[in-house]
C-alpha cells in the first residue's frame, strides 16, 4: 500500500525512515486521479501487520463510485491487526477477479456472505486462522463455502458437516487443509467422495480423523498429512492405518505424514509401541515414496521387521520413524541395529533421508573385500561401517543437532542425550574423510587397470 499512498500528492503524506505514515491532512477525491491509474495494475496484495492509522483513513476516503478499490486483483492477503478504531473492510477488495483469498484478521459475518457474491469463481482458500485465532460465526463460514464452487484449494477449520460434505462433492478440490473439532461428529454424515482430492492435511484428535477416513472411499490421494493432538495408542493408530487402507486409493498415494503435537509422554508404554503389524496394514499403497511414522515410546521393529518393510517398498525414498518429544529416546533401547543399514542399502536404491533409532554398540564384521584396516576408535568403526554402505551420505544429526549442547543448564538436565549427539559428530566428523579415501581408491583402481 505503500507503493500506492506515493503516487498521490506528497502534500498528503509523511513516510518515516522507520516505515511510519502520517496524514497530514483530509483526503479529496480530486487526490486519487492519479492513482486510479495505476492500481488497475495490481495483480497481487498482501496487506500485514500493523497497518498505521494512514491507511485505514486512505480506505475510508475511497471514492464509492469507483468500482473496487483493485478491480484486478487476482490475489489477497489479509492480515491485520488493527489497533483503535475500525478496520477497514476488506469488501473494497473483493472483486470477480480474485482467485485466491487468505484472511487471518476479525471479519463480520456481513463480510463472509460478500465473498461467494462478490468472487464466485475463488479457487484457492485461506480461512484457516480465522477460526483459530479470532473465532468466526461457524454458520456464516459454512454458508459462504457452500456458495463457492470453484475451490480448488481449502485451509479451514470445518464449521459442520455440511460444509464438510459440500467440499467433498466439488469436483475441482484438489488441496485441503483442516482441523476437525473435538464436538464434530462425523458418524452420520454422508461418503465423503473427494473425486479430484490429491494433497489433504487434517489436524484433530485420533478418533475424529479415523472417521474421517471410514467415511471415504477411493479418494485418489498422493499426499496425506496427519497432526495429532495427543498421543494415541498402537490400537488406535492401527484402526487409523486400517481406515486409511480403506477409505484411500491404494495406487495413488505417494507420501504419508503422521506426526504428534503432544509433548508429555504417555503413562503406560507398551500399549503406545508401534509394532510392525502396524506397517503391513499400510502395505496396500504399493508406489509410496516417502513415509515419516511419529510415535512417543518407540517402535518395536527390529532389523527382521525393517526389511519387511523394505521390501514391500523398496522404491521408497524418505523413511522416518520419528520420536516425540526429541527425548524420548533416552528411555528406550532400540531395536534396530546397525545391521539394518545394510538391508535399506541392499533394498532401497533411491534411499535420500533415513530417521531412525539405531543401536550402535555393537558393530558387524565389514564386508572383507573393502580393503580397510582394523579400526581402534568406536566412533571410526561405526562411521566406516557406515561409510561402506552409503559410500555419498553427506548429512548425519540427531536430535540434538540445533540444541546448544554447550549451555550449562542443558548439560544439567539433558546430560546422558547431549552424550550420546556428540559420540554420534565424532561419527560424522569421520564419515567425509572416509568418503574421500574410498573416492581415492576407487581412481587408483581405475589407474591399475587403465596401465593392464
Known amino acids: 500500500m505503500a507503493n500506492l499512498m506515493h503516487c498521490m500528492p506528497p502534500d498528503l503524506f509523511e513516510f518515516g525512515d522507520n516505515g511510519a505514515i502520517r496524514l497530514l491532512r483530509p483526503i479529496l477525491a480530486a487526490d486519487w486521479e492519479r492513482p486510479l491509474v495505476y492500481m488497475r495494475r495490481i495483480r497481487q496484495l498482501h496487506c500485514q501487520v500493523p497497518m498505521p492509522a494512514a491507511v485505514s483513513a486512505l480506505f475510508t476516503s475511497f471514492p464509492g463510485d469507483a468500482g473496487s478499490l483493485l478491480p484486478k486483483l487476482t490475489s489477497l492477503r489479509w492480515r491485520d491487526s488493527w489497533r483503535g478504531g475500525e478496520s477497514p473492510s476488506i469488501q473494497m477488495l473483493l472483486s470477480p477477479k480474485l482467485t485466491s483469498l487468505s484472511i487471518s484478521a476479525p471479519l463480520p459475518n456481513a463480510m463472509l456472505s460478500a465473498i461467494p457474491r462478490t468472487c464466485p469463481t475463488l479457487k484457492d482458500l485461506d480461512v484457516y486462522f480465522l477460526d483459530i485465532v479470532y473465532g468466526v460465526d461457524r454458520s456464516a463460514l459454512s454458508t459462504c463455502l457452500r456458495d463457492l464452487h470453484s475451490l480448488e484449494s481449502v485451509q479451514i477449520v470445518v464449521p459442520d458437516l455440511a460444509a464438510l460434505e459440500h467440499l467433498g462433492q466439488l469436483p475441482g478440490l484438489e488441496s485441503l487443509t483442516a482441523r476437525l473439532p473435538d464436538d464434530l461428529s462425523l458418524r452420520l454424515v454422508a461418503p465423503l467422495r473427494f473425486i479430484a482430492l490429491r ?37 488406535a493408530i492401527d484402526r487409523l492405518h486400517t481406515a486409511l487402507r480403506e477409505g484411500c486409493s491404494h495406487t495413488s498415494l505417494l507420501s504419508l505424514d503422521i506426526s ?74 532400540p531395536k534396530l541395529s546397525l545391521r539394518c543399514l545394510s538391508i535399506l542399502a ?91 579415501i574410498r573416492n581415492e581408491e576407487r581412481l587408483w583402481a581405475q589407474v591399475e587397470l587403465g596401465t593392464q
Open 199 to 235: 494433497s489433504l492435511a487434517l489436524r484433530s484428535n485420533i478418533e475424529p480423523v479415523t472417521d474421517f477416513f471410514q467415511r471415504c472411499s477411493g479418494v485418489p490421494l498422493e499426499n496425506i498429512v496427519i497432526e495429532l493432538d495427543l498421543s494415541p495408542t498402537a490400537a
Open 260 to 333: 504428534i503435537q503432544d509433548d508429555d509422554l504417555p503413562a503406560t508404554g507398551d500399549a503406545y509401541t508401534i509394532n510392525v503389524q502396524s506397517f503391513r496394514i499400510l502395505f496396500c499403497f504399493v508406489n509410496i515414496t516417502s513415509i515419516r511414522i511419529t510415535s512417543c515410546v518407540g517402535f518395536s521393529i527390529d532389523d527382521q521387521g525393517l526389511k519387511e518393510v523394505v521390501l514391500i517398498w523398496p522404491q521408497i525414498r524418505e523413511l522416518r520413524l520419528s520420536l516425540t518429544p526429541w527425548y524420548t529416546d533416552l528411555q528406550l533401547r
Open 346 to 436: 541392499e533394498h532401497c536404491r533411491a534411499l535420500t533421508d533415513l530417521e531412525i533409532m539405531l543401536d550402535a554398540t555393537v558393530v558387524p564384521e565389514p564386508d572383507p573385500n573393502l580393503g580397510n584396516p582394523p579400526m581402534t576408535s568406536p566412533a571410526l568403526c561405526v562411521a566406516r561401517y557406515i561409510s561402506a554402505i552409503f559410500p555419498s551420505v553427506s548429512k548425519l544429526t540427531t536430535y540434538r543437532t540445533d540444541c546448544d549442547n554447550d549451555d550449562p543448564d542443558e548439560l544439567e538436565v539433558h546430560a546422558e542425550a547431549i552424550a550420546h549427539h556428540r559420540l554420534w559428530m565424532e561419527v560424522a566428523e569421520q564419515l567425509p574423510i572416509l568418503t574421500a
